[in-house]
């Protein structure tokens, strides 16, 4: 993800958050108006947890306004200005439980008017529930944690909403539980705002990326050609994104191969995961006992091809670095030769995986060719050949 992109999905983030805090300033005040004419104590505290919900949201929306801009004091960006408005939206959560729960043991018990609190309590589950879902969405799309906090508020929301309308219905049955539900409405959203607290510190506190994410990130780096092996990584988390900084070790002698290779990684890095913020590769170049070389042959007998995307085999050797002497050959039959589009795109990627560290051929301009050369492949003519068989 580039810095465009990062900008406008923060755009995105923040129309959603000023949304939120409009829904949730329409809940607080048709909640509280209903508990209050119903005396309803259960609606009344889901009225407080709504409106400590109009603080947290103008919270969300004041992190991810932060967490879009530049400075140059933070050079790794302020994305966790996000993390801190996840923060805030959690201790907003939990001070709303306590007081719910309060109001439940300290309250003077009444028996609620269903016909003004239970309409009330159910337009108020409906759009809890519903606007919840789509803000995790949203949050999950746009890989923004502050609006997943607010969604995960607005479910929990929900949840209490839901005990108040249960307790509601069963009034006209003569069971008159509001107190009871009440409390179980502070359990609810108590529990929901500690999740959301310790998540916000492990991010505050720089905790690793999860370690499925990692190994990904790891894995991908050492299939790329010229790498060897990732010898450390460091991640964190930076606002619900990611730093990831690498030292890899590249068999090849050339400082420039190994410095193309390294800035080649970093770009595809953050195209191919897409909360990756910032990637670092800091390259450590070895010439390594083997390397290994790609050329395009006409059959399995080893005829050269002067065609490279369009050649029917590749004879894949590997061999000594120093002395060039083939330890082992292997032909392999090109898969996407008769592909009827992109076939140079796919011919390169399938190569890359490969890990070839030079190819002969006698073209110069081709896709499949570019895309080698970009990934620090060396590209040599025929005539150039050294090498001698076991």
């Known amino acids: 993800m580039n ?30 108006v209903a508990g209050v004419l119903s005396g309803s104590a259960a609606l009344i505290g889901d009225a407080i947890h709504s409106t400590t919900d109009v603080f947290a949201s103008t919270a969300v929306f004041i992190g991810i306004w932060v967490a879009g801009r530049e ?9 966790k200005a996000e993390t801190v408005a996840a923060l805030v939206t959690a201790v907003a959560v939990i001070l709303a439980g306590y007081e719910i729960g309060r109001q439940a043991i300290f309250g003077v018990p009444t028996i609620p008017d269903v016909t003004i609190a239970l309409p009330v ?12 879902l789509l803000q995790l969405r949203a949050g999950n799309k746009l890989d923004s944690p502050a609006l997943k906090a607010d ?63 990692e190994r990904e990130i790891i894995q991908f780096v050492e299939n790329y050609p010229r790498i060897s092996r990732v010898k450390k990584c460091f991640s964190r988390n930076a606002g619900g994104r990611y730093l ?9 002698p050339s400082h420039k191969i190994a410095d193309l290779v390294a800035d080649r990684l970093e770009e595809e890095l953050l195209v191919e995961f897409p909360g990756l913020v910032l990637a670092r590769i800091r390259p450590h170049y070895a010439p ?103």
Not at 13 to 30: D, H, Q, W
Not at 71 to 79: A, E, I, Q, R, T
Request: proline share 4%; glycine share 6%; hydrophobic share 45%.
């Open 71 to 79: 400075h140059p004091s933070f050079p790794y960006g302020l994305y």
């Open 244 to 252: 990831v900084d690498m030292d890899v070790e590249l068999h090849t």
């Open 121 to 132: 309590a159910a337009i108020s589950f409906v759009i809890a529930l519903g606007f919840g």
């Open 151 to 213: 969604a995960r508020d607005y479910l929990a929301d929900s949840l209490s909403t839901a005990v108040v309308l249960v307790s509601l219905i069963v009034v006209p049955l003569g069971y008159n539980v509001d107190k009871i539900a009440a409390g179980i409405v502070s359990i609810f959203v108590f529990y929901a705002g500690c999740q959301l607290f310790v998540s916000a510190v492990k991010d505050l506190l720089d905790a690793s990326i999860d370690r499925k994410t």
């Open 288 to 390: 390594g006992k083997f390397m290994k070389r790609i050329m395009p042959v006409k059959d399995p007998n080893g005829e050269f091809s002067n065609q490279f995307a369009t050649a029917p085999w590749f004879l894949v050797e590997t061999m000594t670095t120093k002395d060039r002497v083939v330890k082992k050959r292997q032909f392999v039959e090109n898969r996407y030769r008769n592909a009827e589009k992109k076939k140079g795109l796919l011919v390169g990627r399938w190569l890359l995986k490969l890990k070839p560290d030079e190819v002969v051929t006698e073209e110069r301009d081709s896709v499949a060719l570019e895309l080698l050369k970009d990934a620090g492949v060396e590209i040599v003519q025929p005539s150039s050949l050294t090498s001698t068989t076991m």
């Open 3 to 32: 810095k465009t992109q990062s900008k406008i999905k923060l755009a995105k983030a923040r129309k959603r958050a000023l949304i939120s805090i409009a829904l949730n300033l329409f809940l607080a005040i048709g909640k509280g």
